[in-house]
């Protein structure tokens, strides 16, 4: 099949080929047996186009879903692995009239490089030169200028206008000519057949001498409605910028280390799991990988969204778009290209965006009627007006006015627009959102249910009063801790590290499953683990503490106290809540001394303990039976049954694997404030979008009766068309006014970019 080729704002493109191995980099895995792919298409910029494209590819064998994204004019689908290829995608994308092209995150954003907004930044320039010497021209009719002096001045009127005109409509043109093509109509339509009806009927008014022509009105509609559209254009691209500046994090390539020693320069692209890498200081990691030599500071608030350095070392995992500090290291890769944990953020941003919530989808039902609606006022206008006995000229002016006025684009923008504002602010708090439905779910949740370790706590045990114990005792603990992947031994081990205190090495380790471990060091046995394998008599104090002993030989035994430490502002989220109107409730399967003592620190009154993964589930529920909307915020694997329960669900990047899967909203770092910053981000977003969805509709109540009637000018109509869009889209802005950003999203803002090109997925 020989598929069409197009013309794109006057550039001419060919359909695109996927090719080899190349076909590959694009495609990542969205489920078991399913592949996803996302495209560029130049021409899904209205929303007809969403409602085509999501409808055509929809219906096509091997399709799971296809989304569009208006705001980046991007297209995402999900297929069956096997049945369809991304090839067939794009030949019928090409098909049915938008040329697409594997998507490029490094087009995401407003660059210099931006050919579109160039294009449309000169038509502007053009149509405002030539309305502004047009109505000079005009003034001279309009001051009494009579016969050949009036003709003059119409002459020289139309040989400014109709120039500029072909050049500054363009953009409409082209876009409206490709439609007809196809056997469709868009938006650009209606806008070009009223320019040029205008435009035509002024140079007819001029060759018969009569006593007014409209060429002003023509290039002026012109300019007002190329200025919204640019306007619309840098909005759009404001609104997609935390995007744009999450994947400018990631490095151009890095240095490769052949197993020879030779070094060799290799684009990000070409980087395969097992390379090893060199990542020079004030380089960006180009892949998720292994440090295998070296000791360095690593900005990693991408990752905890906390902006002290940390240091790595030979054994720490490090991940694309981090930054290398203060020493050179070697990094074997363990995920590259689609699968590191920079493009997996990347993914679950442009899924917020593509998600479609209730008033998207009533939006785009409405959006469909636009075109055939339109057509049919306007053709009803100019008949209305003939019948009633006005002029033809008065007629056509009226079926202009009707043509320009009634634009979709307010109505399609009002709430995706907003819906990417929010994702980007909720980004720039450490909150990801992974299905833009998650927005509105958070806004009318009612209760918040917290799993206790890892969600309120930071899931990690810490010794308490560490300098309690001698150094002398935690060095020989430690030594015979390191050989066992028990939490409590791996808390002793950083506690010794953090003191700068190097293990001792021991003998003879056994570990006695359930019991603890033992060994031998100058002769002497030594055990760690329970009380009672370390012959310790007394019972120990239910503080809800947990305990290891230590012994040495004949000596007295000591004891090592651990808690679970609460998030730094743990207790401030809890009472935020609770100010928004929230009920908190604690469930945890953990023993109860430790439950009740989270729940009084944090000031949480309904708390369960010792619940198994069933019983969470169920108590879940038993409050979404009694009416309830809960948020469960849980990170573990047992957390898994609730998380997909609830109302909605939330889980910290530290969650396992299957925690993270299971929750539609994901927040990096320690704050556990960012639970209630997601609730109250998402009521705002709520609230303008409805707003917003209000503004659209009321606007084309309002304004395609008083075009109708005669008493809006095209050149009103071009005015108040375009301020519809920048309106609402001006408003959904708002969602990103406020809190101050994050640590991890200063690093975003300050776009450290290395000058060299070398600068596990934990969401």
Request: aromatic content about 6%; hydrophobic content about 45%; some cysteine.
């Amino acid at each position: 099949m020989t598929l069409p080729c197009c013309t794109i704002d006057g550039d001419y493109f060919e359909p695109f080929k996927l090719e080899g191995e190349d076909a590959q980099r694009w495609i990542s895995t969205a489920g078991p047996g399913l592949k996803r792919i996302e495209f560029i298409a130049p021409q899904a910029n209205h929303p007809e186009a969403m409602a085509h494209i999501e409808t055509d590819l929809g219906a096509l064998d091997g399709v799971k879903s296809a989304r569009v994204n208006l705001t980046g004019r991007r297209v995402a689908v999900i297929y069956v692995e096997g049945v369809i290829e991304p090839q067939a995608l794009i030949d019928r994308l090409g098909i049915i009239g938008y040329m697409a092209r594997p998507f490029d995150p490094r087009e995401t954003g407003l660059t210099k490089d931006d050919r579109e907004g160039g294009r449309l930044l000169r038509a502007l320039a053009v149509s405002g030169f030539a309305a502004s010497n047009v109505m000079l021209l005009s003034v001279s009719v309009w001051s009494g200028a009579e016969d050949a002096t009036r003709d003059l001045f119409h002459w020289l009127s139309a040989m400014i206008a109709l120039p500029a005109v072909a050049y500054a409509g363009r953009p409409f043109f082209y876009s409206a000519v490709n439609a007809l093509k196809l056997g469709r109509v868009n938006m650009d339509v209606p806008i070009s057949l009223g320019v040029l009806l205008a435009s035509f009927m002024s140079l007819f008014e001029t060759f018969n001498g009569a006593e007014h022509a409209y060429f002003d009105a023509s290039v002026t509609l012109l300019f007002f409605l190329l200025a919204g559209r640019y306007l619309d254009h840098l909005m759009r691209a404001r609104a997609r910028s935390a995007i744009a500046q999450l994947v400018s994090l990631s490095a151009e390539g890095a240095t490769v280390i052949e197993a020879d020693g030779k070094r060799r320069y290799a684009a990000a692209r070409d980087l395969k799991t097992g390379m090893s890498v060199a990542v020079a200081a004030g380089d960006r990691l180009p892949a998720d990988g292994i440090v295998t030599s070296g000791t360095s500071d690593m900005d990693r608030s991408l990752l905890t969204g906390e902006s002290a350095p940390e240091t790595v070392k030979p054994g720490s995992t490090v991940h694309a778009g981090e930054l290398n500090l203060t020493a050179p290291l070697t990094v074997e890769i363990t995920a590259a290209g689609n699968d590191t944990f920079l493009s997996e953020l990347v993914r679950l941003m442009a899924a917020a965006e593509q998600s479609q919530s209730k008033y998207i989808r009533i939006a785009d039902r409405l959006a469909r009627f636009y075109s055939p609606a339109v057509h049919t006022l306007a053709a009803i206008t100019l008949v209305g007006w003939m019948l009633l006995g006005h002029g033809w000229h008065d007629s056509i002016m009226a079926a202009i006015a009707v043509l320009i006025i009634t634009c979709p684009c307010a109505l399609g923008l009002a709430v995706p627009a907003v819906q990417v504002v929010a994702s980007g602010r909720l980004f720039r708090s450490s909150v990801m959102i992974k299905d833009g439905a998650a927005l509105e779910k958070l806004a009318g949740v009612d209760t918040v249910i917290f799993d206790k370790t890892g969600t309120l706590t930071k899931g990690e045990p810490a010794l308490v009063s560490p300098l309690m114990v001698s150094t002398d005792t935690l060095a020989l603990a430690a030594g015979l801790a390191q050989a066992s992947k028990h939490p409590l031994s791996q808390a002793l081990v950083r506690e010794a590290n953090r003191r700068g205190l190097t293990p001792v090495p021991v003998n003879d380790i056994v570990e006695h499953p359930g019991l603890g471990l033992s060994a031998t060091y100058n002769h002497e046995a030594l055990k760690l683990g329970s009380r009672a394998w370390c012959g310790v008599e007394d019972a120990a104090d239910d503080k809800g503490l947990l305990e290891f002993a230590f012994r040495r030989g004949p000596r007295a035994p000591s004891i090592f106290q651990f808690e679970d430490r609460l998030r730094p502002d743990a207790a401030e989220t809890v009472s935020r809540l609770k100010t928004m109107g929230l009920a908190v409730h604690l469930l945890s399967g953990d023993r109860e001394s430790a439950v009740q003592r989270v729940a009084e620190t944090v000031k949480i009154d309904t708390a369960v303990s010792r619940a198994s993964p069933q019983g969470k589930l169920a108590y879940v529920d038993a409050l979404a039976k009694a009416g309830r909307k809960v948020l469960m915020v849980g990170d573990g694997i047992n957390d898994a049954p609730a998380l997909a329960a609830g109302y909605t669900s939330m889980a910290p990047a530290s969650a396992s694997d299957i925690g993270r899967t299971a929750a539609e909203t994901v927040f990096m770092g320690e704050s556990a404030d960012a639970v209630a910053e997601a609730i109250k981000v998402s009521r705002r977003t709520q609230r303008i979008a409805m707003e917003n969805f209000g503004l659209a509709v009321g606007y084309n109540v309002l304004a395609v009766p008083l075009a109708m009637a005669g008493l809006v000018s095209p050149l009103v109509a071009a005015i108040a068309m375009s301020t519809s869009s920048i309106i609402v889209i001006a408003n959904a802005l708002r969602v990103g006014l406020g809190r101050t950003a994050t640590p991890a999203s200063a690093m975003l803002n300050a776009n450290h970019q290395a000058e060299r090109p070398g600068l596990r997925n934990a969401a």
